[in-house]
Nanobody, 115 residues
Framework: QVQLVESGGGLVQPGGSLRLSCAFS????????MGWYRQAPGKQRELVAR???????NYADSVKSRFTISRDFGKNTVDLRMNSLKAEDTAVYYC?????????WGQGTQVTVSS
């Protein structure tokens, strides 16, 4: 069973930076497409960024040029580097792993952007 554990959330001022990390265990990391999603209060969960097993990357338009997703096959982790944070980036951020019909979620980590 795949387990995903997120870390790195917190409170940051507008314009600041945070790095989220997701530790993957329980299966073969390299075959999974990995992603970060977020859910703000009263809104639906949305894709932030995804990095495929092939190495291809997708970003939501709202975070392009500000966020960077990366994965470390040696450590079995996927990181999300977030720069120039805005109040509207405030949300619970979830790590996601997907392989065929199998999909797994982390427990989420809170990111709050506020002065």
């Amino acid at each position: 069973q795949v387990q995903l554990v997120e870390s790195g959330g917190g409170l940051v001022q507008p314009g600041g930076s945070l790095r989220l990390s997701c530790a993957f265990s329980g299966s073969i990391f390299r075959v999974y497409d990995m992603g970060w999603y977020r859910q703000a209060p009263g809104k639906q969960r949305e894709l932030v960024a995804r990095i495929f097993s092939s190495g291809s990357i997708n970003y939501a338009d709202s975070v392009k040029s500000r966020f960077t997703i990366s994965r470390d096959f040696g450590k079995n982790t996927v990181d999300l580097r977030m720069n120039s944070l805005k109040a509207e980036d405030t949300a619970v951020y979830y790590c996601n792993a997907r392989f065929g019909p199998r999909e797994f979620w982390g427990q989420g980590t809170q990111v709050t952007v506020s002065s």
